[in-house]
């Protein structure tokens, strides 16, 4: 594997540590923050792999997108499609005043970041 993509790989950890750390406070959990790393565990994820593959990296958020740049080279992440969708979402959603995440919010985000992780750190060996 080539060191880009081990960078990115490392970045997608951090997000991962930081989303699970945050989701153990007691006092004053950021929610919006779990979910939010978790989003970005998954586009790191998916970046990850395109640069496996040598694909150019977009800098987007949209996990949809990134799916599609992705299925060529994996297409068993077609399964992955509507929590992807899911997960899409708190890029922004729970970012700015007006929304905040819930509780519930965050632990679909952290389940649905940790499905996506176990299913692609695999790919990387």
């Known amino acids: 594997m080539n060191a880009l993509a081990e960078e990115w790989i490392a970045k997608a950890e951090g997000d991962w540590r930081t989303a699970n750390r945050e989701m153990r406070v007691r006092r004053a959990p950021n929610y919006d923050a779990v979910c939010f790393h978790c989003q970005q565990c998954a586009e790191k994820y998916l970046k990850a792999l395109l640069q496996k593959h040598g694909h ?17 080279y994996d297409g068993t992440l077609e399964l992955h499609r509507d929590l992807l969708k899911d997960l899409t979402r708190y890029a922004v959603e729970f970012r700015y005043p007006g929304e905040s995440a819930t509780k519930e919010d965050a632990r679909t985000a952290l389940h649905h970041a940790k499905t996506l992780r176990a299913f692609l750190r695999p790919k990387f060996k």
């Open 56 to 72: 150019h990296i977009p800098k987007i958020h949209d996990l949809n997108q990134l799916l599609e740049y992705c299925l060529p």
